[in-house]
């Protein structure tokens, strides 16, 4: 597609259950990132991969959180053993080159619910 | 490390009033600077960006100086419109990835 595909749009889990989430980032785009935007917070990054170095995680909240980029395109972030508090919309973004010039892509998001 | 910190909403105002969100960063270096925009419903989406210090963005109406003597990327409308409503996020990009601020919603009544 021509844009930034996330999947699923929306995902309700029960506590403790692991997640998984896709992005499918604009084919060619070298660099990809996450973000989570809790209700009424900003953006918070997560993690960010550029091309084959290695990525930065520092914005993981946790051990349980994860995330992957098979190939150098599709990228999964897992969320194990979810908490309510977990609760959010995760954003995936994708540029061509990484964001110092280039702006960023968003995906529509995944709606994550724990209950 | 990092980071941008922006005025707190949410701003309230009529259509054709003068626009002023507050944006003040913290870096080692020299960032590119970014305003985003979410309108309801729809994704994040560039508005603008300022690649170094002194330039000017502009967008729609918007437009936001890099000013590095006080670290800042104020973002400015001199009439804003009912359609301007949304919520406005300021970024930084030093190392290429992107750090947001918290975002500010605005409102604008007829």
């Known amino acids: 597609g021509a844009g930034v595909s996330q999947s699923p749009s929306n995902k309700v889990t029960e506590k403790g259950k692991d997640v998984e989430l896709r992005c499918d980032p604009i084919s060619g785009h070298t660099a990809l990132y996450w973000y989570r935007q809790s209700l009424g917070q900003g953006l918070e990054f997560l993690i960010y991969f550029q091309g084959n170095s290695a990525p930065d995680k520092s914005g993981l909240p946790s051990d349980r959180f994860s995330a992957e980029r098979t190939g150098g395109s599709v990228s999964t972030l897992t969320i194990q053993r979810t908490q309510q508090e977990d609760s959010a919309v995760y954003l995936c973004?994708?540029?061509?080159?990484?964001?110092?010039?280039?702006?960023?892509?968003f995906g529509s998001g995944t709606q994550l619910s724990v209950l | 490390g990092d980071s941008v910190t922006q005025m707190e909403g949410p701003v309230t105002l009529s259509e054709e009033a003068f626009l002023t969100i507050n944006c003040t960063y913290t870096a080692t270096g020299y960032p590119s600077l970014f305003w985003y925009v979410q309108y309801p419903g729809e994704g994040l989406q560039l508005l603008l960006k300022?690649?170094?210090?002194?330039d000017k963005g502009s967008n729609k109406g918007f437009e936001a100086t890099y000013r590095k003597e006080t670290t800042s990327f104020h973002l400015e409308k001199g009439s804003v419109q009912v359609s301007d409503s949304a919520v406005y996020f300021c970024a930084l990009s030093e190392w290429g990835d992107m750090r947001f601020g918290a975002g500010t919603r605005l409102t604008v009544k007829p």
């Open positions: 973004a994708s540029s061509s080159q990484g964001a110092l010039n280039e702006k960023l892509f």
């Open positions: 300022a690649t170094k210090a002194d």
